[in-house]
């Protein structure tokens, strides 16, 4: 069995290989900072729901109750509504990068990927260990 054919293990790389492609395109933009005309650029975000279904074959939102004391889950967020929007006004060169807010999205990005790789890397240390106790 191959650690690819682990479902969780599977999402862990797709989101690594997602975050490191994203980094990509946002490095473009810092370093096009300065260039006229020039727009920024992201990624288009994963939908987690579709990656779960995927992977497990189970819809994710439907969860089952399975005492009368459960609470039924909700689809809302609370009532906050997330809206993309342009960073900033364009420059008299027609350049709308953000720098600041193109380098919190690195930040931000950064994060995660180091996120994703330490749960990969405690999922192995598992298995590992997992391993090592079944053989004795």
């Not at 997602?18 to 370093?31: E, G, H, I, P, T």
């Not at 260039?35 to 779960?52: I, S």
């Not at 009532?79 to 420059?91: L, R, T, Y």
Request: proline residues 4%; glycine residues 6%; without cysteine.
């Amino acid at each position: 069995m191959e650690v690819d054919d682990i479902p969780l293990m599977a999402m862990l790389k797709d989101r690594m290989a997602w975050l490191s492609k994203r980094q990509d395109v946002l490095s473009q933009n810092v370093a096009s900072a300065d260039v006229p005309g020039y727009k920024p650029r992201d990624l288009k975000a994963v939908d987690f729901e579709q990656t779960l279904k995927a992977a497990t074959g189970a819809d994710a939102s439907s969860l089952t109750v399975t005492d009368p004391h459960h609470i039924a889950a909700s689809r809302t967020s609370g009532g906050f509504q997330v809206e993309d929007g342009a960073d900033v006004e364009s420059s008299p060169s027609g350049n709308s990068v953000s720098l600041e807010s193109q380098m919190i999205k690195v930040a931000e990005t950064q994060a995660e990927f180091q996120a994703a790789s330490n749960i990969y890397a405690k999922t192995i240390e598992m298995m590992k260990t997992a391993i090592g106790r079944s053989g004795s």
